[in-house]
């Protein structure tokens, strides 16, 4: 198979395709007034997806995204979705920014966003420029994440919160993680960590499949404390470390590289790779 690519926009949605297949290999959705989000992903060489929309235990999550708590008090987490906590949940409102590209075996694109107040105040922009390379073994999604603070911002301490990776995970096959210091499963919560990597089955495709999330050594906390839930979601969250804060006008951006295998790879590989994205 080509590893070519081809980046296709159309209303909120940005897909990737191999040159010459219709069925786009990774999905970058931007709907008006919903959060941004990657899904699918596709498993490389295959047809299953590593990334899961709204599942049932947590519907307020979608694939790959960035979800914040307690941003001046405001949440952009659960999308209004649980009662007791809608009327302080802000509002998201995507647009894609300019036109996706793509090189041989590269696309890139970028989504902005403003992240208001419930009341309409606009609080911030984010920006997420990506950068899909497919190296016929493995993508690597890298991501520069900008956020641009509109008025005094404080980032309160919270046990999650930043990009946020959901795998579609089956309680009847389960899962695994392993954090860059060797710790496996809930010993990897909240621990400081330059890359966690979760394997597990994924329907409609042969054993299991593996992603890893990479910290960089620019970023806020780095190595961050990690976000490990019980569903093996997966999220490097600086905020677990205590309130961070952005004076107006201020801009702070993380980077972030997401590897996706189409089997597990051991943590030397991981390694290598990680590696490869710092410098």
């Not at 649980?82 to 075996?105: E, M, Y």
């Not at 999650?160 to 496996?184: C, D």
């Not at 890893?212 to 970023?219: K, L, Q, R, T, Y």
């Amino acid at each position: 198979m080509t590893t070519e690519l081809t980046a296709l926009a159309e209303a909120g949605r940005v897909g990737v395709f191999h040159t010459g297949s219709p069925t786009p290999i990774v999905v970058q959705n931007a709907m008006p007034g919903k959060r941004p989000f990657i899904h699918p992903i596709v498993v490389p060489g295959g047809t299953a997806a590593v990334t899961e929309d709204a599942p049932g235990h947590h519907p307020w999550q979608h694939g790959l995204y960035v979800g914040l708590n307690d941003v001046n008090g405001i949440g952009f987490w659960l999308e209004g979705l649980r009662p007791a906590s809608a009327a302080t949940d802000g509002t998201f409102h995507p647009s894609l920014q300019g036109v996706p590209k793509a090189r041989d075996n590269r696309a890139w694109w970028s989504v902005g966003t403003d992240y208001r107040h419930p009341d309409g105040t606009l609080l911030m922009l984010e920006t997420q420029d990506w950068l899909l390379t497919d190296h016929g073994d493995r993508y690597d999604l890298d991501v520069v994440l900008t956020f641009q603070a509109e008025v005094p911002l404080t980032f309160g301490q919270y046990p999650y919160g930043g990009l946020f990776l959901r795998m579609p995970y089956r309680k009847e096959t389960g899962g695994h993680a392993v954090n860059s210091e060797g710790r496996r499963d809930a010993a990897a919560e909240g621990r400081r960590a330059r890359w966690v990597a979760v394997r597990m089955e994924v329907p409609g495709h042969t054993g299991e499949a593996q992603v890893a999330v990479m910290d960089h050594p620019g970023n806020l906390e780095h190595p961050v404390p990690w976000r490990v839930d019980n569903e093996f979601g997966i999220a490097p969250s600086a905020c677990v470390a205590g309130p961070w804060t952005l004076g107006e006008g201020e801009i702070r951006a993380f980077r972030h590289r997401v590897a996706v295998f189409a089997e597990p790879v051991g943590t030397e590989t991981i390694d290598e790779i990680w590696t490869s994205f710092t410098k």
